[in-house]
């Protein structure tokens, strides 16, 4: 009898174990499924952030576009009413890159060359007497821009030479 009830109490066991195996493997395949389920989303969702990135940039340039059209319209503008149309349009342009975090570079002369920032053009010696220190910027050719902290364009500048 001992062996009987020893027998039956390890087919409980075994009955219990089975059991919980069977849910485990339940909440296995549903994890799984929920895991298949969070990547696909944070696809798509990667797929429309992608695709409409440019959207909110795209509208701030809108109203620069309805600006340069509506000044080639006029057929007997002034040279006054062009210039006064062209600077009103880039305040409107460089309003909407700073919306949309596109910062200028402009290092003013006599600041140091930073070359995550600038891109030396020439290297040019500094005059006898002149108190601005080497390697750094003498004249800004080309502005550059950050977009959000990262260089779109670098500066395009020229360097003081080393003494």
């Known amino acids: 009898m001992a062996g009987e ?3 039956t109490v390890a087919q409980a066991e075994i009955a219990v174990l089975q059991a919980k195996n069977a849910e485990l ?3 296995y395949l549903r994890a799984q499924a929920d895991m298949q389920n969070t990547r696909r989303r944070a696809e798509d969702e990667i797929a429309k952030a992608r695709k409409f990135a440019v959207e909110s940039f795209a509208e ?3 109203p620069v576009l309805d600006s340069l059209e509506a000044g080639l319209a ?4 002034t040279i006054e009413q062009i210039r006064e149309g062209a600077e009103a349009t880039l305040r409107q342009l ?3 890159l700073e919306r949309n975090k596109v910062v200028e570079i402009a290092p003013a002369a006599g600041a140091r060359f930073d070359p995550h920032q600038h ?3 020439s290297v040019v010696p500094m005059p006898p007497g002149s108190t601005q220190e080497a390697n750094t910027v003498v004249a800004v ?3 550059g821009y950050l977009i959000a902290e990262r260089v779109l364009r670098p500066a395009l500048v020229t360097v003081s030479a080393p003494k």
Request: proline share 0%; hydrophobic share 50%.
């Open 94 to 96: 460089k309003s909407a």
């Open 60 to 62: 701030s340039l809108l």
């Open 74 to 77: 006029i057929q007997a503008a």
């Open 119 to 121: 891109q030396a053009i």
């Open 5 to 7: 009830d020893a027998l």
């Open 141 to 143: 050719l080309q502005k």
């Open 25 to 27: 493997g339940e909440q």
